[in-house]
């Protein structure tokens, strides 16, 4: 009897796949989405489902005119991530058009121009969200406070459908800035950063997400709590969180420090914007950070030096997702730099000097 | 004892207590056993005998032929049949000159080299003399001569035998219970072998999961001056040279060199059981102790082996192996695919693997996600996957300058990959073509250089017969001075 012998060991595998890291990821992000639908209400939901719908759809247009099995490529839950992750990048009541052209840019241009999983350059929700955020800036910054699903003053099922479907609300006896935009605008008029920052709710109700934001610009605890989670299984080192947190952390109470006037602190730029959601799940997006320890951490340093610098001096107020764009492109130049040290071999590839057992 | 971390390595499911708890068993004696002549690294072993031959067990089948070799040995009494080409447990499927023994149901054996008496009184020439007259070969699954192996200490100082019982391959028992069942050869063995290569220390290493052969190897040692025993962490590839001499000593083994050239030596435990069978009981290597497991298996256990009886017939005494996707010699890890199962167990057959598709987990390839296990998983520092990005662009002078001979298919990148990329292959597919671009390199330097030869011993031709054809034409002395002669 011949048995076959096509392949290599070895011949047993771990239980990993594609298709359970991401959704691990996915469940990650559950707490803290389900805190955000419920603070932005039946406009955030109808959003957050429109976005799913047209990444999913536009997956599996591409997928289909390459070839592949859409229900394959669907299955493995990467689109689902940059949907999700696109969602809570979008203002909750922003019409359901910006939500379609993001995912089009995002699925169809950065994923699949570039040939689909796992080859693409750009992480593709932040391309999706950059493209709508640069073509339709009054949409992508008209922030509404909070107004939690069923409390006073929240708009209804029916209304919902007006906001996110309909010819839109006039958002403007509604619309605020989010706290970074407040403190920019604020700067602008001339207020000392330290001072607009006290007029903001205090550090602890900003950390939960009662003002005017993203959906992902909320509840820092059920996201930092998704973050360790994703540490805990194993589905992201630590490396690029602490890098680009750090270097907020570090850069904030480092300037407001030396001009507390031009600058916010540390803490603040923490719990502000994305920082938190960028740092554990968009930042961390495998395909387009680098894949060495090392290159990790380089990267979250940049992102944290860049966001904090088109914070500061650009003219956007939240830098995030140009910042994570930039050292995308970086992530290439990163693998090649920060390559781990080959067993028996210096850092440069030559051996070892010889050591002796005593 | 103190231990140091290694590099990499993952936790794959260990699978042991399919067989960890069966006793050895003595597989019964087949009628006919098939013994290849390369079941070592190095030269096959030339044949002493001829079909027809009668044999005692023990007897000498082929003769060591090199000096990197080992002979073979009959397992049992009986009838040489034939010398014949036989399918090699390989997974080229390629045949081998196989020596054919049929029993004669006797099991007598021959006349046997005597013991050595006080071996640690003895030269150590003459164990390591021993140990390759008995064709022992490292058990591991590597069946490097074990003699050769010995002498490391002729020209070096050798400070510690760092004895591997670490088995950190899944599923495989068969040290375990070697360890538990045969402690006390295993440390007698262990100390013949340092003295033979004059190292003053023993230390055993096996891995946590294993208490029980702890136990014992530690209440085996306790009589003796100069073993220890050392408790690595269970984590693959903790029973690589390399790794396990890190584990233990926490030298790292420059790239090139030998652990041996930094005072130390690996082998493995049951091949520490054959020096002691050789030394002590004159015994050659004859039969080995193999894991048979896996889930197509309905009476998996550890099996006292003849060399040459038939994978199918040992699995038979299994109760057969219905419903295997895949068929393993060795671990799941790093062991062989079996081309077929009329393949006879060998010198490093330490485990018959028979696999469900449960077991396996294969799946189609998915695209890399860049997620980076690979890197964490590999024991060598490589990345994997920009490896095999360069491997399947063809681009091997790129591959080997980010370390793909580095790579030891130890597998663990492949073990984690998500995507199931057989990232191993890709690497042992670019070695191969590397080895046959050298091969070729080397077979062209060497037409060149025969060409080049040719070409200037014509020449020299050529300016000879120049020289002559000018020789011929200028006015020659003798025939001038015959001219003279004739002339007046």
């Known amino acids: ?358 | 004892m103190k231990l140091f971390p290694i590099m990499g390595g993952i936790h794959p499911e260990h699978r042991k207590d399919l067989t960890s708890e069966k006793a050895i068993v003595a597989m019964p004696m087949p009628a006919t056993l098939f013994l290849p002549l390369q079941q070592h690294i190095g030269e096959p072993a030339a044949p002493t005998v001829e079909a027809g031959y009668l044999v005692k067990k023990g007897e000498l089948l082929a003769r060591s032929d090199g000096a990197i070799s080992a002979p073979i040995h009959a397992p049992t009494s009986g009838r040489i049949r034939a010398i014949a080409e036989i399918t090699a447990p390989h997974p080229s499927g390629l045949p081998m000159p196989t020596i054919i023994l049929e029993s004669d149901g006797k099991d007598e054996w021959t006349d046997l080299p005597p013991p050595i008496d006080d071996p640690f009184a003895a030269p150590p020439q003459s164990i390591r003399d021993r140990v390759a007259e008995c064709g022992i070969v490292g058990m591991g699954g590597a069946t490097f001569p074990s003699a050769v192996k010995l002498g490391l200490g002729t020209q070096r100082k050798l400070e510690v035998l760092l004895l591997n019982g670490a088995e950190c391959e899944p599923y495989l028992t068969c040290d375990d219970r070697l360890m538990r069942e045969y402690a006390d050869e295993v440390i007698d063995g262990a100390r013949i072998m340092a003295h033979a290569l004059g190292a003053p220390r023993v230390i055993v290493a096996i891995e946590t999961n294993k208490p029980q052969a702890i136990e014992a190897m530690a209440k085996a040692a306790a009589a003796t001056d100069n073993v220890t025993i050392a408790k690595v962490p269970a984590r693959y590839p903790m029973g690589g040279e390399r790794q396990l001499t890190q584990a233990v000593t926490g030298l790292e083994t420059p790239a090139r060199k030998l652990t041996a050239d930094m005072g130390v030596v690996v082998h493995n435990v049951a091949t520490a059981r054959a020096v002691h069978d050789a030394v002590r009981l004159g015994r050659p290597l004859i039969s080995r102790i193999v894991t048979v497991s896996g889930g197509a298996v309905p009476n998996p256990g550890n099996i006292e082996v003849p060399l040459g009886v038939k994978v199918s017939e040992l699995l038979a005494f299994c109760g057969g192996a219905d419903g295997a996707a895949r068929f393993v010699s060795g671990g799941p890890m790093m062991g062989q695919p079996l081309p077929s199962l009329d393949v006879p167990v060998v010198k490093g057959s330490s485990g018959i693997l028979a696999l469900t598709r449960a077991e396996t987990r294969e799946s189609e390839p998915q695209p890399c996600i860049r997620c980076g296990s690979c890197i964490a998983a590999c024991p060598c520092g490589l990345v994997p996957m920009q490896m095999a990005a360069f491997i399947r662009a063809e681009k091997m002078a790129e591959a080997v300058r980010i370390g793909v001979q580095d790579c030891v298919s130890c597998g663990s990148c492949t073990y984690v990959c998500p995507s199931h990329i057989p990232l191993v292959q890709y690497f042992r597919y670019a070695k191969g073509r590397l080895a046959t671009q050298d091969r070729e390199r080397r077979k062209n330097e060497q037409t060149k250089a025969l060409v080049e030869a040719r070409n200037a011993r014509l020449e020299r031709l050529a300016m000879a017969r120049r020289d002559a054809a000018a020789r011929a034409r200028a006015p020659q002395p003798e025939t001038a001075q015959e001219a003279g002669r004739i002339a007046p």
């Open chain 1, 1 to 358: 009897m011949n048995t076959v012998v096509e392949k290599s060991g070895p011949y047993t595998h771990g239980a990993n796949s594609i298709q359970r890291t991401m959704f691990t990821v996915l469940a990650a992000l559950v707490p803290a989405t389900l805190f955000n639908l419920y603070l932005f209400g039946w406009p955030a939901i109808f959003l957050f489902a429109m976005t799913m719908a047209a990444c999913v759809a536009c997956e599996a247009a591409c997928v289909r005119i390459g070839g592949g099995s859409p229900a394959n490529a669907i299955g493995n839950g990467s689109v689902l991530i940059t949907g999700w992750l696109l969602a809570l990048s979008l203002p909750p009541w922003a019409p359901w058009w910006v939500a379609v052209v993001a995912s089009v840019f995002a699925v169809g241009i950065a994923k699949h121009a570039f040939g689909g999983l796992g080859q693409n350059l750009f992480n593709p929700a932040m391309v999706g969200r950059v493209v709508v955020l640069v073509s339709f800036p009054v949409q992508m910054t008209a922030f509404v406070p909070p107004k939690p699903l069923f409390s006073a003053g929240a708009p209804g099922f029916i209304e919902g459908l007006g906001v996110t479907f309909g010819r839109g609300v006039n958002l403007d006896g509604l619309s605020a800035a989010s706290q970074l935009g407040f403190v920019k605008n604020e700067l602008a008029r001339g207020v000392p950063a330290h001072q607009s920052v006290e007029q903001l709710p205090g550090l602890g109700e900003l950390m939960w997400g009662f003002h005017p934001g993203s959906m992902g610009e909320t509840a820092v605890p059920l996201l930092l709590l998704g973050g360790l989670f994703l540490m805990w299984r194993k589905v992201i080192t630590w490396h690029i969180p602490v890098g680009m947190l750090g270097t907020l952390l570090l850069l904030g109470t480092l300037f407001s420090a030396i001009d507390p006037g031009r600058h916010a602190g540390g803490l603040f730029h923490l719990i502000s914007g994305a920082s938190v959601l960028g740092a554990f799940f968009i930042a961390t997006d495998y395909v387009t950070s680098p894949v060495s320890n090392g290159g990790r951490l380089a990267f979250g340093i940049g992102c944290g030096l860049l966001t904090w610098i088109i914070r500061t001096y650009a003219g956007y107020p939240e830098g995030f997702a140009f910042a994570i764009l930039l050292m995308n492109a970086m992530a290439p130049l990163l693998d090649r730099a920060f390559r781990p040290r080959m067993f028996g071999r210096t850092l440069k590839g030559e051996p070892l000097p010889l050591g002796k057992f005593k």
